[in-house]
């Protein structure tokens, strides 16, 4: 007898081959690029807990910008960091904020790119929370759902008046996206997309980026509103609301740990899926590459195809730029 009869190995003997029943392309379309933006200029701000990302003042953004849309990455998603922070983080939708300006210059000067903002108070509230914090009697707190909702509606009309394309709101209030959706369409704003972070999980993998927007909770944490990291089932259902009021563009975050989830939303939904590589999935490679203990551009090539491979439409990662040189 002959055995094995089936020998998958055939197909994989040489390159060729191997591309030819290759499954899944990664592809520098499937990327966004994020950018932290700051008030000043020629500023160019060092994070060290995520090595190459930077704050940039809006001229600087401009400049990653054009890079982004040289390379051939087609979007972008901006975080604001505001030069004042109050409680209701009114930096954050005050005429002419941070975020709307960078908007308008990058509009200006470079053409082609889709222009995302993240919308969330966490950046522009002194206490580093989502929404608005309510103090309770004996010294516990809450954020406040519904008195957070129309804070974010304004700060997403803010965004789209300075011309963003497309808003998405990362807070994990209930509601948000049907808040959102309304404002944008009573101002004749229709026709703009929303990208949900519908799956978003309290997760320990956003310590670098909360350096980086230096937005980290000044008491207590956030899991009272993004989700309990061992939940599966929860994440359709979160999904399913954002979909229902209005979402189109669904996100998983963060990615690595939870490419079920990524899967399962794609499976039941056929929605674009979206998945955030987020700052300490970032971090991680990056600290072990400068030790030369793994090859970074195979480890991350590798790693974006997976996140696809699981589901992912579009992929939210501090690695585009880099990725978009090495594909
Ligand atoms: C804002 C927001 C966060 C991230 C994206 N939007 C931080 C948080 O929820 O604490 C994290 C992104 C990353 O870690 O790369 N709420």
């Known amino acids: 007898m002959r055995y094995p009869i089936y020998r ?30 700051r008030p000043g200029r020629g500023v160019r701000n060092k994070i060290s807990s995520m090595p190459g990302i930077f ?18 990455v087609p979007a972008i998603i901006l975080f604001g960091i505001p030069e004042a922070k109050d409680a209701r983080g009114t930096h954050g939708y005050k005429k002419d904020n941070i975020v709307a300006k960078a908007i308008r210059a990058i509009r200006d000067k470079v053409e082609d790119l889709v222009i995302v903002t993240d919308v969330c108070l966490c950046e522009y509230t002194d206490h580093g929370h989502c929404g608005v914090v309510r103090k309770e009697r004996g010294g516990g707190f809450s954020v406040d759902n519904d008195a957070t909702l129309e804070l974010l509606a304004k700060m997403a009309l803010s965004h789209v008046q300075a011309g963003a394309h497309m808003v ?74 954002d979909i229902e009021e209005g979402a189109d563009i669904v996100m998983v975050k963060p990615a690595l740990p939870y490419l079920d989830i990524i899967y399962r939303v794609k499976q039941e939904f056929g929605y674009p899926v979206a998945a955030y590589n987020v700052s300490g999935e970032y971090a991680m490679i990056k600290a072990a590459a400068a030790k030369g203990w793994v090859d970074e551009q195979k480890i991350v090539l590798e790693m ?24």
């Open 8 to 37: 998958p190995r055939r197909l994989r003997a040489n390159e060729n081959l191997r591309r030819m029943i290759r499954e899944t392309r990664l592809s520098t379309d499937d990327l966004i690029m994020p950018l932290f933006v």
């Open 168 to 241: 998405a709101p990362s807070d994990m209030m209930d509601g948000r996206i049907g808040a959102v959706r309304a404002s944008l369409d009573d101002s004749g704003f229709e026709h703009i997309p929303i990208m949900a972070y519908a799956a978003k999980y309290a997760s320990a993998f956003y310590g670098p980026f909360r350096d980086a927007a230096e937005s980290p909770p000044q008491f207590g944490d956030r899991r009272s509103y993004q989700m309990d990291p061992p939940n599966s089932d929860e994440a359709l259902r979160e999904v399913a609301l």
């Open 304 to 327: 974006l195809t997976g996140i696809k491979r699981a589901g992912a439409d579009i992929i939210l990662t501090y690695y585009a730029l880099e990725a978009a040189r090495w594909l």
């Open 55 to 72: 704050q940039l003042s809006v001229d600087e953004a401009v400049k990653e910008a054009r890079k982004a849309a040289d390379l051939g």
